[in-house]
């Protein structure tokens, strides 16, 4: 599993925090000139307080006092319990009774990640709850997601989160921006089924630095009535396998070594000039080199079902599973849809999640793969299932082993 640490970071205000708000566009343009100063200091940037939000927030804000109250006295609340990836929280498939509030709880934690063992590669993640991607959240069309998004005091960066599934301005992205020490409440209404991807998004190139230092995430929305086939046939999974694909821009020296920071925050300059290349050190799942793999592969057996629910948020990426098939697939993650049957590989256009539900018919290792096969050899992108069960001879047979031929 991926190896994380967060050891208190340092002590931190409003004053030094290194502000990654909607005002830091223009910023983010001298960003490197403005940091090559300190950069012996080698801390984060301090900046001054909260400045005043930006008027169309404002006015977001302004226009929700004047909207009508929404009457939420026939929902039921509760409570969802998040647990770290590759898992699922406990759900229904089917809903039973009526739309409800589900209360969700995150925190935006920056830890200190290794990124490969072996050459020692590491990284300052921005995170959900402490993990790459962010915990999969469940949910049923026409539920209200009720979120309290919580900045610890120590953390050294500014917050928020866009939900690509809400409907709204930014994606509420403009209403949970919290500074270390602050927690905001979000909620909105999941209208349209399907997987959809959530990530922070503080403004101008702090967009791109906090995704691909791993804050995002995938919300599902399930219909109520579950999911279902091309020809509206009830379909069902015996287990979630959450997968989500991060592409890391890890600064190097002139040695051609990875670069270390003492604090999340420090690296942002060497790291804005690191994904001006577009080019990826690292495309890894779940965080990390071999992250599920071997003793963290996931586990099958032969007739099980699994829904594998795959997030890029900032990549396109080609899921393939070697020795499989997507049975059902929602290439665009959209339940609405007719799922495509029988896929050889699928596409996750960057920016989003999709599912891809496979029924394992024999026994042994399947690979999952990024079918960019660079990235999956070289850079990281490889999962695998390790499924138990009889072997069957009429789907795969070795007539003859391998032998010397004489000549």
């Known amino acids: 599993m991926p190896k994380y640490v967060n050891p208190a970071l340092v002590k931190t205000n409003r004053r030094n925090v290194l502000r990654g708000s909607l005002l830091a566009g223009a910023a983010a343009m001298t960003a490197g000139a403005g940091m090559a100063g300190t950069a012996s200091k080698r801390m984060a940037p301090h900046v001054a307080p909260r400045p005043a939000a930006p008027k169309f927030i404002l006015a977001e804000a302004e226009a929700q006092v004047a909207a009508p109250k929404v009457d939420l006295s026939g929902y039921t609340r509760v409570r969802q319990e998040l647990v770290a990836p590759p898992f699922a929280p406990k759900h229904e498939q089917v809903a039973t009774g009526g739309p409800k509030i ?13 990124v490969d063992e072996d050459t020692g590669a590491s990284i300052w993640a921005l995170t959900y709850n402490g993990s790459v991607p962010g915990p999969l959240i469940i949910v049923h069309q026409d539920d209200y997601v009720e979120l309290t998004l919580s900045n610890p005091a120590a ?52 967009i791109p630095y906090h995704v691909t230092h791993g804050m995002n995430g995938t919300l599902m929305v399930l219909p109520r009535d579950g999911l279902k086939d091309a020809d509206g046939n009830p379909l069902r999974y015996d287990t979630i396998a959450y997968i989500g694909e991060q592409d890391f821009y890890l600064p190097m020296d002139e040695n051609g070594d990875y670069k270390t920071y003492e ?31 071997g003793e963290n592969a996931f586990k099958a057996k032969v007739g099980d079902t699994v829904l594998m629910v795959h997030n890029q948020a900032n990549r396109d990426s080609r899921p393939h599973l070697i020795g ?3 049975d059902h697939v929602w290439e665009n993650g959209k339940f609405a849809n007719p799922p495509q049957k ?28 990024n079918h960019n096969l660079i990235e999956a050899a070289l850079l990281g992108a490889t999962a695998h299932f390790v499924v138990d069960g009889a072997w069957d001879n009429a789907l795969m047979e070795q007539v003859t082993p391998p032998h010397v031929v004489e000549t």
């Open 342 to 369: 029988d896929q050889e590989t699928w596409f996750i256009r960057g920016g989003s999640a999709g599912a891809a539900m496979y029924t394992f018919l024999q026994p042994g290792v399947y690979a999952y793969v």
């Open 324 to 326: 499989g098939h997507g």
């Open 263 to 293: 604090v999340a925050g420090e690296d942002f300059a060497d790291s804005v000039e690191a994904m001006r290349t577009l080019t990826p050190t690292h495309s890894v799942f779940n965080g990390s080199v071999g992250a599920l793999t």
């Open 102 to 114: 589900v209360e969700i709880r995150m925190e935006t934690t920056e830890v200190l990640l290794t």
């Open 155 to 206: 953390s050294q960066m500014e917050h928020n989160i866009d939900f690509h599934a809400s409907s709204g301005a930014l994606g509420g992205g403009g209403l949970t921006h919290v500074y270390p020490g602050e927690e905001t409440v979000l909620r909105f209404k999941a209208t349209r089924p399907g997987v959809f991807t959530y990530h922070c998004a503080p403004g101008g190139a702090m």
